[in-house]
């Protein structure tokens, strides 16, 4: 092949080529020759271009003070794991073992459905954050929010609870699983008269101490009668309610809770 002189611009180029596809400082196959046809230049040119071309880029990384070869350095999420002992070990293996139960007809264990077991949590939320996107339009106006203080904004916390969908052999949906969102709150008497309302008027307000009696008294006269109503009447009646481990919890043999969850044909129990 007649040798073709290249400009600074090409050997550029040609060298830009080859590092396209390579992988581990090498062009795949057939990419030297494709090189050739290309650039109109010989096979020696083509390699020790190349040769050049990597020359140049070890020295550039050595002088950023990168000695290591790509792709022998990757990125890598680590979560934290919980340090779990020997108790916790055996209550989780109990937790487990509990869910499996023995189907006569298949005549082998398997794990429960779980359908009528409710599962319940806790969590604050903030009614606003000191920042939030809006998109509007161009007739729009923005949106005007005030706070006393961006560091006391008021928070809420909400008990939510859900349990596992129904659905018939049609794949029509024959119950949700949605129970419901019930907030922490209580009504209080306001201490002073404003423009807004008179002094002694009910106004709601987050309850910001969680206690048991606080848990009870939403277990009792908010959960518990939303299941009640909300519970298909095809289902079971035996219903556990998942919870986890928090101190404010109550348990399942408190007195005012088992004669709220023992009645109406009901059979409501707290697992935690």
Same mark, same amino acid.
């Given at each position: ?17 080859l ?24 096979r ?7 040769? *050049?071309?990597?020359?140049?880029q ?5 002088k950023r ?16 794991k919980? *340090? ?11 937790f487990c073992?509990?869910?499996i ?20 949590d ?15 339009t161009?007739?729009?106006? *923005? ?19 859900v349990?596992?969908?129904?659905f ?13 969102i019930?907030?922490?709150t ?8 404003s423009?807004?309302r ?36 095809f ?11 928090a ?23 707290i697992?935690?």
């Amino acid at each position: 092949m007649r040798r073709k002189d290249l400009t600074s611009e090409e050997r550029a180029r040609l060298i830009q080529f080859l590092i396209i596809d390579s992988k581990n400082g090498k062009p795949p196959r057939g990419k030297m020759k494709a090189a050739e046809l290309k650039f109109g230049v010989s096979r020696r040119t083509v390699c020790r271009l190349w040769a *050049e071309g990597k020359q140049k880029q070890q020295q550039a990384k050595e002088k950023r003070g990168v000695t290591i070869d790509q792709g022998l350095i990757k990125a890598h999420t680590n979560a934290i794991k919980p *340090e779990l002992t020997a108790p916790n070990k055996l209550s989780r293996m109990r937790f487990c073992l509990e869910h499996i139960e023995y189907d006569r007809l298949l005549e082998k264990l398997q794990f429960k459905c779980m359908r009528n077991t409710i599962h319940i949590d806790e969590k604050w939320f903030y009614i606003t954050k000191s920042s939030h996107k809006f998109y509007l339009t161009p007739a729009e106006a *923005e949106p005007h929010r005030t706070c006393k203080s961006k560091k006391f904004i008021t928070k809420v916390m909400f008990l939510c609870s859900v349990c596992r969908p129904i659905f018939g052999e049609d794949g029509r949906v024959l119950f949700d699983g949605k129970i419901g969102i019930f907030p922490l709150t209580e009504m209080v008497p306001a201490q002073r008269s404003s423009k807004n309302r008179e002094a002694g008027t009910l106004e709601q307000k987050p309850i910001q101490s969680i206690t048991k009696q606080v848990l009870k008294d939403c277990f009792i006269k908010q959960l518990v009668p939303t299941i009640k109503a909300k519970w298909p009447s095809f289902a079971s009646k035996t219903i556990f309610i998942q919870q986890d481990n928090a101190r404010p919890h109550i348990k399942n043999d408190d007195i005012e809770f088992r004669r709220c969850a023992s009645a109406d044909g009901f059979n409501i129990n707290i697992v935690h």
